[in-house]
């Protein structure tokens, strides 16, 4: 039996174990939850995709919005965010997304301010703002990653000598300066990361 043909077979059975394992937090025909005004308004499942966000958002720490390319999960999440209450927001998304999440944050959410932030000291600035409006700081994943904390916990130097790949030097300081390497030698150097 392949498993197109497995679950054709065990279909219902596969749907009722799905359900009792996770069940859904929000359900459209058993909960009128009232959505808080927005700039625009959503359009067909969005406005229960907002709803079911919110919900989740209040009763845990983070959530994850998914969908196909083009049903609005920017516009979902930065409405959900908003329908929950949360007053300060800290997107990070991909780099090309930045501008993006700017914008759709201040076409959606009343009063809302978006700020693009490159670092913690950005951040800081953000956090230190008197007012109560929504705020959203948008940070590129790749800077949040990369930031000034992290610093390089081993060094490795890979140098081409007789035509093979020879570890030519491993070091455990930050700091080291590399060797003079021989004539016509090509190195690369690869950094294990650590935080504080």
């Known amino acids: 039996m392949n498993l197109a043909s497995f679950i054709d077979t065990f279909r219902d059975s596969i749907a009722q174990r799905v359900v009792e394992s996770y069940p859904p937090l929000y359900r459209p025909s058993e909960q009128a939850v ?5 700039l625009r308004n959503p359009l067909g499942a969005q406005a229960d995709a907002i709803r079911g966000a919110a919900l989740s958002l209040g009763a845990n720490q983070g959530t994850t919005v998914v969908g196909e390319m083009g049903t609005g999960k920017t516009f979902i999440a930065a409405s959900a965010a908003h329908a929950a209450g949360f007053r300060r927001v800290l997107v990070l998304c991909p780099p090309h997304l930045v501008p993006k999440w700017k914008r759709e944050v201040e076409e959606t959410v009343p009063g809302a301010r978006g700020a693009i932030v490159t670092s ?12 109560s409006a929504p705020l959203f700081a948008v940070m590129s994943r790749e ?5 000034y904390r992290w610093q390089p916990a081993v060094n490795e130097r890979w140098a081409v000598a007789g035509g093979r790949l020879v570890r030519d030097e491993v070091t455990a300081s930050p700091s080291a300066s590399p060797a003079a390497r021989p004539a016509g030698s090509r190195s690369s150097t690869r950094r294990a990361c650590r935080s504080p």
């Open 34 to 38: 009232q959505l808080p005004r927005l």
């Open 120 to 131: 913690i000291t950005d951040l800081e600035r953000l956090r230190l703002l008197p007012g």
């Open 143 to 147: 800077k949040a990653k990369l930031s």
